[in-house]
């Protein structure tokens, strides 16, 4: 049997920038957690370092 190759299409009716903004927004409420955990870690990284530092000067 001969498989079916899908083909879809959508009608959007915003305009490119509306379109991109939508698609923006949804992109940063998916990956918010992540971004937020990168950014922990590396203010744990500075915070460490920068305690290090301290230290040091002694």
């Known amino acids: 049997m001969k ?3 899908l083909n ?7 305009t490119a920038a509306a379109t991109a903004d939508y698609i923006l927004k949804i ?3 998916a990956n918010s957690e ?3 955990k990168v950014i922990r870690t590396t203010m744990d990284q500075v915070v460490q370092a ?3 530092d ?3 000067s002694v």
């Not at 879809?8 to 915003?14: E, I, L, Q, S, V």
């Open 3 to 5: 498989e079916r190759k």
């Open 8 to 14: 879809y299409r959508f009608h959007n009716p915003n």
């Open 27 to 29: 992109l940063i409420d």
């Open 34 to 36: 992540k971004v937020e």
């Open 50 to 52: 920068s305690e290090c």
């Open 54 to 56: 301290e230290g040091d």
